[in-house]
């Protein structure tokens, strides 16, 4: 059974910079490709970033190209997001997610969830 803790979150200025982290307890993290999502409040939940099961591809949507980076430490089971130069329009609860289905960039490919950390970002 995967289970995903988020942690990292909370509220920051304009221009601050936060990471986000994941832990999975399970054996089976290094052959997961893992994501990290947002929703904002009225929006559909957003693919922001994404890295295959060894780490050597990643995606970020355009939004955050540049700001934004994922990384994982397969040793620790561990997928992390540093958030550089966050906007108010970051303010989001993100979510860790894991697939060990389909292609690490496409957002139909999670099945497995975490419960979400708040980051709000205040101007």
């Known amino acids: 059974q995967v289970q995903l803790v988020e942690s990292g979150g909370g509220l920051v200025q304009a221009g601050d910079s936060l990471r986000l982290s994941c832990a999975d307890s399970?054996?089976?993290?290094?052959?997961?490709?893992m994501g990290w999502f947002r929703q904002a409040p009225g929006k559909e939940r957003e693919l922001v970033a994404a890295?295959?099961?060894?780490?050597?591809?990643?995606y970020y949507a355009n939004s955050v190209k540049g700001r934004f980076t994922i990384s994982r430490d397969n040793a620790k089971n561990t997928v992390y997001l540093q958030m550089n130069t966050l906007e108010p329009e970051d303010t989001a609860v993100y979510y860790c997610?894991?697939?060990?289905?389909?292609?690490?960039?496409?957002?139909?490919?999670?099945?497995?969830w975490g419960q979400g950390t708040q980051v709000t970002v205040s101007s």
């Open positions: 399970t054996r089976t993290f290094s052959s997961a490709n």
């Open positions: 997610a894991a697939a060990y289905r389909g292609t690490y960039y496409r957002k139909d490919a999670y099945e497995y």
């Open positions: 890295i295959s099961w060894l780490g050597g591809n990643t």
